[in-house]
């Protein structure tokens, strides 16, 4: 039976992807921040433990407690809307923090099991902004990018010992709760000199053409971690999709 490890599973398409896995008949280690023993199904094929990817003794304490595993799904993120002069440097580094940083972090410190097995898989879960470039949304793109060319460039190194890097890409999912998850709100990083540009933006926004759900991101990983093909993106949802073959 194989292991899977992600992060991120408290809600949106981490939740969805430790569902999907165990439906599967995998051993998964959902991670989150805040347990929450309510969101998935008791079994013993599934285990949350606590981690907070921007600390380095909560990622030895949660990989220490994990065991062997087979597969890392690096999906924990922030998201942050708003025009980039209004946006606070200090909230952008904590942008960096969660989505590269901590994505970097995760991954080297699940290498060296899987280098000595000759064996694993790194999803690494990043956006269709780094597939076509979005507005108000420039330190977030920023961030994705930093991990689409970390996992580009770590594939080819992994690829000596056996081990797999991947992209999953997912789209825009209105249900997810991106724009809640961030500390600041998204009308104070509007000023009124950027309003009437943003005001079409956001109109767009409420009404999109394509979607993409959390089953969409859930069935995407699963593609990644199990293909051996030598494929690095993997887009997710109609409106990836649809970017992906115009980039």
């Known amino acids: 039976m194989k292991t899977v490890l992600i992060t991120g599973c408290s809600s949106g398409y981490g939740l969805e992807t430790a569902r999907h896995f165990h439906s599967q008949g995998w051993s998964v280690i959902a991670t989150m921040r805040t347990l929450r023993d309510d969101l998935l199904p008791r079994s013993e094929r599934l285990r949350l433990l606590p981690l907070d990817v921007t600390r380095p003794e909560s990622i030895q304490a949660a990989i220490a407690a994990s065991g062997p595993i087979d597969v890392l799904v690096n999906n924990a993120g922030i998201g942050v809307v708003g025009a980039f002069e209004a946006t606070p440097m200090a909230h952008i580094r904590k942008v960096f923090e969660t989505n590269t940083f901590g994505v970097m972090a995760m991954t080297q410190a699940v290498i060296p ?97 394509l979607v993409t759900t959390e089953a969409d991101v859930a069935a995407a990983v699963w593609l990644a971690a199990n293909d051996a093909s030598g494929q690095l993106r993997f887009p997710a949802g109609a409106d990836a999709v649809a970017l992906a073959r115009a980039h």
């Open 113 to 209: 099991q899987f280098r000595a097995r000759r064996s694993g898989v790194v999803v690494n879960v990043t956006s269709s902004v780094t597939l076509a470039p979005m507005p108000l949304a420039a330190a977030y793109t920023a961030s994705k990018m930093a991990i689409e060319g970390f996992t580009g460039s770590l594939a080819h190194e992994l690829a000596a010992f056996e081990v797999r890097a991947k992209l999953v890409e997912p789209g825009y999912a209105p249900t997810t709760r991106f724009a809640e998850n961030t500390e600041v709100n998204v009308e104070d990083l509007i000023p009124e000199a950027y309003a009437s540009f943003a005001q079409p933006i956001f109109a767009a926004f409420a009404k999109p053409a």
